[in-house]
């Protein structure tokens, strides 16, 4: 149903992955992994950046997530996240806790949208929020995505993908990987998933549609 929202400014030349239905973010992550396999020939050490598309962000944010790819190129971690530094303790968002304070760290802990209470806490302990925004090679997260889906090739996952368990790539890969680094970002950062957060956004009133 997104497809004329998506091709209307980018035009039909671009590769796009469209979900059969909603299956959260991990089956459709491994559905894009599977489809840059067999119809791109990607090989299994090329970088790959998943990154949400409403935030209301700046130039660095997009410098902070080149960085992102060169940590994974350099073998600093599996898994390397973008953590945005909080300004309040919001429930909408889950957090990473880092191992030190260096603008890339390994990540001792992380969490899924707490209570306000425990997001005070972990902002205490100098947790970030998590951007949503993840680099790995290609074949790691489709190596994962074999390991917890049977299926054989892009196509076949797209042949039984309503069958598959609703879940996030947080909670199915990212909750239990060891090997992950976070890069840090403190520029303007909102989501604009919501009125209230796309009207603090507008500067300006707005009259019309």
């Given at each position: 149903?997104?497809?004329?929202?998506?091709?209307?400014?980018?035009?039909?030349?671009?590769?796009?992955?469209?979900?059969?239905?909603?299956?959260?973010?991990?089956?459709?992550?491994?559905?894009?992994?599977?489809?840059?396999?067999?119809?791109?020939?990607?090989k299994?050490?090329?970088?790959v950046?998943i990154?949400?598309?409403?935030?209301?962000?700046?130039?660095?944010?997009?410098?902070?997530?080149?960085?992102?790819?060169?940590?994974?190129?350099?073998?600093?971690?599996?898994l390397?996240?973008?953590g945005?530094?909080?300004?309040?303790?919001?429930e909408?968002?889950?957090?990473i806790?880092?191992d030190g304070?260096?603008?890339?760290s390994?990540?001792?802990?992380?969490?899924?949208?707490?209570?306000?209470?425990?997001a005070?806490?972990?902002?205490?302990?100098?947790?970030?929020?998590?951007?949503?925004?993840?680099?790995?090679?290609?074949?790691?997260?489709?190596n994962?995505?074999?390991?917890?889906?049977?299926?054989?090739?892009?196509?076949d996952?797209?042949s039984?993908?309503e069958?598959?368990?609703?879940?996030?790539?947080?909670?199915a890969?990212?909750?239990?990987?060891?090997?992950?680094?976070?890069?840090r970002?403190?520029?303007?950062?909102?989501?604009l998933?919501?009125?209230?957060?796309?009207?603090e956004?507008m500067?300006?009133?707005t009259?019309?549609?």
């Amino acid at each position: 149903s997104q497809r004329d929202i998506i091709v209307n400014p980018l035009g039909e030349g671009i590769d796009m992955v469209l979900e059969p239905e909603r299956r959260d973010t991990f089956p459709a992550i491994a559905l894009a992994a599977s489809y840059l396999s067999l119809s791109k020939g990607c090989k299994d050490d090329e970088v790959v950046i998943i990154m949400p598309c409403d935030p209301y962000t700046e130039a660095g944010y997009f410098e902070t997530i080149r960085k992102m790819a060169q940590c994974v190129e350099t073998n600093v971690a599996d898994l390397v996240l973008m953590g945005i530094k909080p300004t309040y303790p919001s429930e909408k968002y889950g957090y990473i806790i880092p191992d030190g304070k260096e603008k890339v760290s390994m990540v001792k802990t992380f969490k899924e949208k707490p209570t306000v209470d425990v997001a005070k806490d972990y902002i205490s302990q100098g947790a970030l929020w998590n951007g949503g925004v993840f680099a790995y090679k290609r074949g790691y997260v489709l190596n994962r995505a074999h390991e917890l889906i049977d299926f054989d090739d892009y196509q076949d996952l797209f042949s039984k993908y309503e069958t598959l368990k609703k879940i996030s790539f947080d909670y199915a890969v990212v909750e239990h990987e060891d090997s992950i680094a976070v890069m840090r970002f403190a520029g303007e950062w909102k989501v604009l998933g919501t009125w209230n957060t796309l009207t603090e956004a507008m500067t300006e009133p707005t009259m019309g549609k």
